[in-house]
Structure formats: C-alpha cells, structure tokens
C-alpha cells in the first residue's frame, strides 16, 4: 500500500503561482511513476503531468506545458507540481497518483493510488 497526502492549494489571483507536494509514505518511494491530475467541477478528470520513477522523464498536458513543472525528491519522498501563470480554468481539486508502471501513463484508472485530492482555485 501507498499512501498520498498532498498539500499546497488555495486560493490564487490570475498570473500567480502555487506548489502542490504530496507526500507518500508505505511502499518504496523510488519504485513508482508519480502523476498529477485534475477535475474541475461538472468536468471529467484530467491528466496533467507525469514523472518517472527516476525523474529522468516527465510528461505534460498540452494545456498545462510551459507553465507547471513536475518534479521528485526520492530522499524526501515527496513529488511536487509547481504551477505558475495561473489562469481561471486551471482550477480543480488537483489529486496525485502513484503505481509501480515502468512508464507513466496519462490514463488514471491505470494508477492504483490516490491522494484525497486539494483545492486549487484561480480568481480572474
């Protein structure tokens, strides 16, 4: 088992920034591909970016690439999301996924874990 807790929303005016970390505890940190993805509300969920298990290959929504940078600390256990150029439609309960793929995937039912998901709100 994996546990994800993130951490890091709010509420943020247009153009601003935010980190989001999601700290995992249980299973070797190191062993799984971390991703984030989103819902906004009345929306399906989307993915947003992806991490391997090293950090030597990240991937990107075409909607969010440019602006947020995935990134890991295996030491820490920890995987963040750093959002700059915020903009309205950005905002989402932001969740972090894990699972032991050798590649990460953008398609969410295909991580096992889940966070509890934080709220990312962007006021125009």
């Known amino acids: 088992q994996v546990q994800l807790v993130e951490s890091g929303g709010g509420l943020v005016q247009a153009g601003g920034s935010l980190r989001l970390s999601c700290a995992a505890s249980g299973r070797t940190f190191s062993g799984y591909a971390m991703g984030w993805f989103r819902q906004a509300p009345g929306k399906e969920r989307e993915f947003v970016a992806a991490i391997s298990r090293s950090g030597g290959n990240v991937y990107y929504a075409d909607s969010v690439k440019g602006r947020f940078t995935i990134s890991r600390d295996n030491a820490k256990t920890t995987v963040y999301l750093q959002m700059n150029s915020l903009k309205p439609e950005d905002t989402a309960v932001y969740y972090c996924?894990?699972?032991?793929?050798?590649?990460?995937?953008?398609?969410?039912?295909?991580?096992?874990?889940w966070g509890q998901g934080t709220q990312v709100t962007v006021s125009s």
């Open positions: 996924v894990a699972d032991n793929l050798r590649t990460p995937t953008r398609v969410g039912y295909e991580y096992d874990y």
